[in-house]
Structures are given as structure tokens and as C-alpha cells.
């Protein structure tokens, strides 16, 4: 039996300081409805996916009713349908049939209208990129990633600079939404394949059939623990320990759970300290509770990667299958810590870039200025993307050109995406290496200094 | 079915006599009972076993909430298996 404390401590976790799952993702591989046929592709997915999902709703509403944590999303993932449509270059047929299954089942978000092209594109991986566009601009729930660099091929630097007119594009035609599109489009380097979170969720070909990948949250509950440490960074550093141990054993019971009711093989838990926009969710309040003045102080970086290892460190020990992105996320739109320090100007683009290179995934939900040129968004994409293959970790870029928009005003996109002060650019021009294309071969892995 | 009922408010004459009824006239046998005052705030640990209860779990949550409603309390039941997965470090034969 457990100490009043105990119980009160968990009571007040999820009812004061937001512990939640964010997300139980159930991974479909889709490769076993691959045909020459556009149609019959696309009926067998659809076939596939309501076998397998018509009940996740249900399943995670119960299990979050039985223990009392809230499971904030239910989402879907799927092996790349660059992959899946590549026999039949059916996938318009799949992304409309992808839309109707995300109504059907009242899941959140899908994932996985992805494609890998770390070495080289296809030519119909090209066509496939060339219509991410419009699948993001018509649907509401599909998610698209693509992974542009591992730290073993390179970086493909003709995929970058495809994905910077992309990401325009995607801008353009969402314009009356605040380039909505672009929130739910991620550019990888070293793309994982068993992430839960969005937009870059999507099942690998390396996993099982249907896996459950779950994704827990909970800033604010490290805020609150560390509130009460007075010691030295030794101490803080064990107090996000312990705190993400108890967090992700949250995360492990729903995983094995959700496994067993929805008959899928557990996957993996991801701890991630993702932010919401409510106060009292912010990773960059954690950061001003261990000793900043702001997020984007000098000291930011140095924090940071404290407590991104502790959160790992406290991880792994807690859950016998980590995975995903685990670590703390510093999504500006969606922290509003973050967008507090944006918008005093003590946060810029660039000490953004330098902290994702000792956090989970990378520049994340940062609007910037609508009439930023292609080449400029495909330079801070590659810029990004070498961080993660030169430290062999998995980096991302997820901008938004603000149609119409400039510096200082702001972008509105509600729900847990959140809003986003539109921050500066630096414009000078990379267009002629960004023209080049190629590869930037990958890097040396021995005598790293 | 193992659960824990946790109680939490101004303390009030009544509060573990009406608990323990709502209980009782659901089939639910607690095992259990620790109080304490915190703070100034009642606060009452019941561990229960669900077992012969014929309600499902969401009319028993409904039942409690209503009563706490109806009494100025924070009345909550969770399964046992959260409380065991994030204070004890052997969890590893457990699930809901």
C-alpha cells in the first residue's frame, strides 16, 4: 500500500499540473496492401485500417476513464504512402480514403504521408512530394513528413531545396488560414519509426504489423518538482530524473493496455515533454524555474541539455521499450513560455537552432515571415538537418511562412497548435548553394571533435 | 477489480458514513480506509475491491461524482494499477 502522499501526489499530477498521455498512435503497416491498382490499393487500405483502428477510440476513452489520466489524442500512423503507392502512383485515391478513415474513426491525426529520400529521389518520389501540397491543403487530419538526411547517406540536398518551395506552397494554398497547412508538415534528418507524436509519426518497415506507440507529456509536473529543490544542479538534474520515471510509468501501463485491448504488439513509450499553449504546460517555464530570466538567456542551451537527459535518464529506467523522440520539445506556438520570450525578442531563430542541437527533434512551430523566399526556408532546413546527421541524433524543421504576414504580427492556429508571434529572418541569400543540389556526403563518424 | 477511492474537502460530519454507503449499496467492499487532515482539507484513502460490483466502471465514477457534488468533495476512483505502475518499482507482472 502507498502513503496518502502518494496517492495525493498523482491526484494532483493530472488534476493541477496537466500529466497526460498525449497520444496512444496505433502504427498499421500498410504493405500488404500494396497492388498495381490504384483503387483496389486504396479499398485495401481502407479495409485494412478499419479492422484495425474502428475501436481505438473507444479503447483509449475507457482505459483514460479507469486510471484517471487524460489521453488527450488518438491518432493513427502508417508505413509511408510513398511506399505503399509507389506500384500503382495512386495517392490522391489514398489520401482521399486516408481523410474518410480519420472521419469514420474520430481520431485525431494520421501520419505517414511520408516518403524517405535521405540518399535520392525517385522519380515518382518527386511526383509523390510534388502533391504533399494538396494532400495538407484539403484534409484536415492527415500529417506528411519527410526525411531528408541520415548521418549514414548525407544530405540530400535536392530533397531540401524541393522542400523549401514545399513548404511555400503549402503556405499559399492554406493562406486564409494562417498557412495551416505547414503546422502539419515536418522535414526530418534521421526520421524514427516508432515516433507517436505529430506531424512526423509514421511506421517504419522495420516494425511489426499493428504496434501501439505511446506518447506521455507532463512539463508541468517537472515545474512542480523542481519547485521545491533548493540545492545544487546535481539535485535538480536527479529531481527530473525521478519525476520523468513516474511519468513514463503513466505512459508504460496505457502501452501495455491499449496493446492488449486493441490486440497490436506494445511498441514503444515515448517520453517527451511536449508543451501546450494552457499555462502551466511549458517546457520554457521548467528552463526559467531552474535559474533563467527568460528561454533564450545565455545558460539556455547548457539547461536544456540537463534536462533533456535527465527526462531520458529517468525514462529508460521507468519503461521496457523507450523510443520516439523521448526528450523535451520546444515547439514555440505551442509553449507559452516560448512565445512570451519571442515576442520580448529574448528568443531568436538562431539560439533556437543552437538549442535544438541538445534536444528532442528541432525548430519547431516557428512562424516566420510569409514573403521569406524558398531557398531561404530550404537553408534553414539544411542548417538544421546537419546538426542532426553531424551529431547523429533526429533533428526537424516544421516553419511557417505566414501567407501575407510579417515580423511581429501573429499567426492563429488554435487547439494545441497554439499561436505564434511571426519572428525575424535573416535574409541575406544562400540561393546559389541552395541551387547546387546534390548530396553533402555523410559525415566522418571517428576522430569527432 | 482493484481501485482506490480518494476523497478530498472541508472536513464535515458525515463524509466516511456517506462514502461508505454509496459503496455499500454498489457492491463495492473496501479494504482499506486511511484518513488524514492536510492542510486543513479532509482527505480519505479508501482501497476497494470492484469485484462484486455489477455496475461498470463509468456508472460507479458517475455515482461517486455525484455524491461529491452533492457534498462540497473531490471525490475520484482510479484503478488501483496507476498508483502501483508510478510508486512501486516492480510493476513488471502487473497491468490494469
Given at each position: 500500500m502507498y502513503s496518502s502522499n502518494e496517492i495525493i501526489e498523482t491526484i494532483n499530477m493530472i488534476s493541477q499540473q496537466h500529466l497526460d498521455v498525449r497520444t496512444i498512435t496505433l502504427g498499421i503497416s500498410l504493405l500488404d496492401c500494396i497492388t498495381d491498382s490504384k483503387k483496389r490499393t486504396a479499398d485495401k487500405i481502407y479495409d485494412k485500417i478499419m479492422s484495425k483502428a474502428k475501436n481505438l477510440v473507444k479503447i483509449g476513452n475507457d482505459i483514460s476513464s479507469e486510471i484517471g489520466v487524460p489521453i488527450v489524442n488518438k491518432r493513427i500512423s502508417v508505413t509511408p504512402v510513398s511506399l505503399v503507392a509507389a506500384a500503382s502512383k495512386g495517392h490522391l485515391e489514398i489520401i482521399r480514403t486516408l481523410d474518410k478513415i480519420a472521419d469514420e474513426t474520430g481520431i485525431d491525426f494520421l501520419g505517414g504521408y511520408s516518403a524517405l529520400v535521405h540518399k535520392a529521389m525517385t522519380p515518382y518520389e518527386k511526383e509523390f512530394i510534388l502533391s504533399i501540397p494538396e494532400a495538407l491543403s484539403t484534409t484536415g487530419k492527415i500529417c506528411s513528413s519527410v526525411n531528408v538526411a541520415t548521418s549514414k547517406a548525407g544530405i540530400n540536398m535536392d530533397a531540401v531545396a524541393l522542400m523549401g518551395k514545399i513548404v511555400k506552397d503549402c503556405a499559399y494554398r492554406t493562406k486564409d488560414n494562417d498557412s495551416l497547412a505547414c503546422a502539419k508538415l515536418v522535414v526530418f534528418a534521421n526520421?524514427?519509426?516508432?515516433?507517436?507524436?505529430?506531424?512526423?509519426a509514421f511506421l517504419g518497415t522495420g516494425e511489426d504489423d499493428t504496434v501501439v506507440n505511446v506518447g506521455v507529456s507532463g512539463p508541468g509536473v517537472v515545474k512542480t518538482a523542481l519547485e521545491k529543490v533548493d540545492g545544487d544542479l546535481t539535485e535538480v538534474a536527479e529531481c527530473i530524473k525521478q519525476t520523468a520515471f513516474k511519468i513514463t510509468r503513466v505512459g508504460q501501463l496505457v502501452a501495455k493496455e491499449a496493446s492488449k485491448r486493441l490486440n497490436a504488439s506494445f511498441g514503444i513509450v515515448d517520453l517527451s515533454l511536449a508543451p501546450t499553449p494552457v499555462v502551466g504546460d511549458s517546457v520554457a517555464h521548467i528552463l526559467e524555474e531552474i535559474g533563467l530570466e527568460s528561454v533564450g538567456a545565455c545558460g539556455t542551451t547548457a539547461c536544456l541539455a540537463m534536462l533533456n537527459d535527465a527526462v531520458k535518464k529517468g525514462g529508460i529506467m521507468a519503461c521496457s521499450s523507450v523510443g520516439g523522440l523521448s526528450g523535451a520539445f520546444i515547439p514555440v506556438s505551442e509553449d507559452a513560455g516560448m512565445i512570451r520570450a519571442a515576442e520580448t525578442g529574448a528568443l531568436n531563430i538562431e539560439k533556437l537552432e543552437a538549442m535544438t542541437a541538445v534536444c528532442s527533434v528541432g525548430l519547431d512551430m516557428i512562424a516566420i515571415p510569409g514573403d521569406t523566399p524558398a531557398e531561404v526556408i530550404s537553408g534553414i532546413i539544411a542548417d538544421e538537418i546537419a546538426i542532426g546527421v553531424v551529431n547523429t541524433k533526429t533533428t526537424a524543421v516544421r516553419v511557417i511562412p505566414v501567407y501575407g504576414k510579417k515580423a511581429g504580427e501573429y499567426a492563429e492556429f488554435g487547439g494545441l497548435l497554439g499561436r505564434a508571434p511571426i519572428m525575424n529572418v535573416n535574409t541575406n541569400s544562400p540561393l546559389k548553394f541552395i541551387s547546387r543540389g546534390g548530396r553533402i556526403p555523410a559525415p566522418l563518424h571517428s576522430n569527432k571533435n | 477489480m482493484k481501485a482506490i477511492v480518494s476523497v478530498i474537502g472541508k472536513d464535515k460530519r458525515g463524509i466516511i458514513a456517506k462514502v461508505s454507503a454509496c459503496l455499500y449499496e454498489m457492491d463495492i467492499n473496501i479494504e482499506n480506509i486511511s484518513q488524514t487532515i492536510m492542510q486543513d482539507y479532509f482527505t480519505m484513502i479508501m482501497a476497494v475491491d470492484l469485484a462484486q460490483s455489477q455496475l461498470k466502471f463509468d456508472a460507479i465514477k458517475d455515482k461517486l461524482n455525484s455524491l461529491g457534488n452533492d457534498m462540497g468533495l473531490e471525490i475520484h476512483i482510479q484503478l488501483q494499477s496507476i498508483f502501483d505502475s508510478m510508486h512501486q518499482l516492480d510493476t513488471t507482472s502487473k497491468g490494469l
Open positions: 526520421a524514427v519509426e516508432d515516433n507517436p507524436f505529430m506531424a512526423g | -
